[in-house]
């Protein structure tokens, strides 16, 4: 059985996602979830589905090894990011090479990048008058939306998409689709 953290900034449906997904799998558990803010409904989610939380700030992140040493602690295996938006630092994409996935709402390598995500994504796919966009399931590195992709999912943009129709069928592609990717990669180890 291998122990998963999930990184998570917001309100946390995929994160709910992922901890149900795997909550009767003999192949993982999700064990812990950490976030960078105090306020994100993420803790929340995943207290009420009995997995263990933590906060931590931009110091300890960037300048401490508190959070290497957490993950040590807990014995986790595999990292997942679930609308974190801070980029990792490099001794732990270091320490987990390999064994990190993150998931954006685009069709990388479009759409990518640092300040692209939720809303301003697919904001810019309408703008930009594309016939589709997706979701990206990938590895990280040491670059925002960088590493080798695993997975890519599309759907159509219709004529009459705002920025919340996109998001909210965005959403459906990365529930049905990032836990059993993660499963797939998680199996591999």
């Known amino acids: 059985m291998k122990n998963i953290a999930i990184f998570a ?12 997904y795997f909550a009767h799998s003999e192949t993982a ?4 979830l950490l976030s960078n803010r105090e306020d994100a409904y993420a803790l929340t989610r995943a207290r009420t589905l009995g997995v263990e939380t933590i906060v931590f700030d ?3 992140f960037r300048e401490s ?3 290497p040493h957490l993950l040590a ?12 938006l801070w ?10 090479s390999g064994r990190i996935l993150n998931i954006h709402p685009s069709l990388l390598p479009a759409y990518g990048g640092k300040g692209m995500y939720g809303n301003r ?6 703008e930009a008058g594309e016939k589709e966009s997706g979701i990206t399931i990938h590895r990280v590195d040491e670059i925002y939306d960088n590493g080798a992709i695993v997975a890519q999912y599309k759907l159509k ?5 705002t920025p919340e129709t996109l998001a909210a069928r965005i959403h459906e592609l990365e529930y049905t689709h990032y836990p059993r990717v993660i499963e797939q990669e998680i199996r591999k180890l």
């Not at 602690?73 to 974190?84: N, Q, R, T, Y």
């Not at 943009?157 to 998409?161: A, G, I, K």
């Open 58 to 60: 931009r110091s300890t």
């Open 157 to 161: 943009v219709l004529p009459d998409d």
């Open 73 to 84: 602690e807990h014995k986790i295996d595999f990292l997942v990011l679930a609308g974190f």
């Open 121 to 126: 994504v697919h904001q810019a796919v309408i």
């Open 65 to 67: 090894d508190r959070i």
């Open 9 to 20: 900034s917001g309100s946390g449906t995929n994160a709910e996602q992922i901890i149900r």
């Open 29 to 32: 558990r999700v064990t812990l």
């Open 87 to 96: 980029l990792l630092p490099t001794a732990l994409v270091q320490a987990y």
